[in-house]
C-alpha cells in the first residue's frame, strides 16, 4: 500500500518568501505528526494532530510556523517570512491508533 | 517535557560483530520505544519497538532491552553487516498512534567488511 507521502521532495526559497510542505498520510491514519530535523540531528517535533484539530504545537518555533489539516487527511506545513536558519528536512509522519508513526521521506527546504 | 539522550554519536565496528546503542529518558510516563534506522534521504523506518510491560525484545538479529527504574533502553545489533550502516534513532513516547514521539539525536553505525 501507499506510505506517507510528501511534496515537494526539495524546495528552495528566498529569505523572507512564504512556503507551503504538502504530507499525504496513510489512507485510514487519524494521528498526524511534523518533525524538523536540521543535519547531523534527530527529528525535533513540531506538531501533531489527532483528525483536523492539532493536539499539540508545543514544538513549533515562533508564530510564523503554522499547520493545518482541515479534513482529517492531508496536512500542509506553512512557514511565512522564511529565515535562512529555517533551512532543513521536515518530515511528516502518520499513526493509527496502536501502531508505530510511518515517515515520508521529507521535503529538503534551503532558504538562500 | 520529555528528555531522550542518545550515546554514541558515533559506531564502527567491524563486520561480524555486535553493536550497542544507549538511551535514556527522563520522563516516567513514557510507556513506548520504537527505535527507527534512517538511510541517506530517506525517512526514518521502524526496526523495533518496545512497550514498559517488556523488558526484553527480540527479531532475529535486533534486540532491544528497557530498563524501567533507571529509564534506559538499549538496542543490540547482533552479526552486524555492511547493510546495517545507517543512522540510528531510538525514541520515546505514552503511547502509539496519538501520543508525541521524542528523539535521541542518532547514532551513525558504520560496519566495516
Known amino acids: 500500500g501507499a506510505g506517507v507521502s510528501q511534496t515537494p521532495s526539495n524546495k528552495v526559497t528566498e529569505k523572507g518568501k512564504y512556503v507551503e510542505l504538502r504530507c499525504d498520510p496513510i489512507?485510514?491514519?487519524?494521528?498526524l505528526y511534523w518533525y524538523r530535523q536540521s543535519l547531523g540531528q534527530g527529528p525535533e517535533f513540531l506538531i501533531y494532530?489527532?483528525?483536523?484539530?492539532?493536539?499539540?504545537d508545543s514544538g513549533l518555533p515562533n508564530d510564523r510556523f503554522f499547520a493545518v489539516r482541515p479534513e482529517g487527511s492531508v496536512s500542509t506545513l506553512k512557514i511565512q517570512r522564511t529565515e535562512r536558519g529555517d533551512s532543513a528536512v521536515y518530515l511528516c509522519?502518520?499513526?493509527?491508533?496502536?501502531?508505530?508513526?510511518?515517515f515520508g521521506n521529507g521535503t529538503r527546504l534551503t532558504v538562500t | 517535557g520529555e528528555n531522550v539522550e542518545q550515546h554514541p554519536s558515533t559506531l564502527s565496528v567491524q563486520e561480524g560483530d555486535s553493536a550497542v546503542i544507549k538511551c535514556t529518558y527522563s520522563?516516567?510516563?513514557?510507556?513506548?520505544f520504537p527505535w527507527y534506522k534512517q538511510e541517506l534521504g530517506k525517512g526514518p523506518q521502524l526496526i523495533i519497538d518496545?512497550?514498559?510491560?517488556?523488558g526484553e525484545k527480540k527479531d532475529q538479529r535486533i534486540a532491544v532491552t528497557l530498563n524501567k527504574t533507571a529509564k534506559h533502553f538499549s538496542l543490540h545489533i547482533t552479526e552486524t553487516q555492511p547493510e546495517d550502516s545507517a543512522v540510528y534513532f531510538c525514541?520515546?513516547?505514552?503511547?502509539?498512534?496519538?501520543?508525541?514521539?521524542?528523539f535521541g539525536a542518532g547514532t551513525r553505525l558504520f560496519v566495516k567488511a
Open positions: 509522519a502518520s499513526g493509527a491508533p496502536n501502531s508505530p508513526l510511518h
Open positions: 494532530f489527532q483528525g483536523t484539530g492539532a493536539a499539540d
Open positions: 518496545i512497550r514498559s510491560n517488556v
Open positions: 525514541a520515546a513516547s505514552m503511547g502509539t498512534g496519538g501520543f508525541k514521539t521524542i
Open positions: 489512507s485510514g491514519h487519524t494521528a
Open positions: 520522563d516516567s510516563a513514557s510507556n513506548y
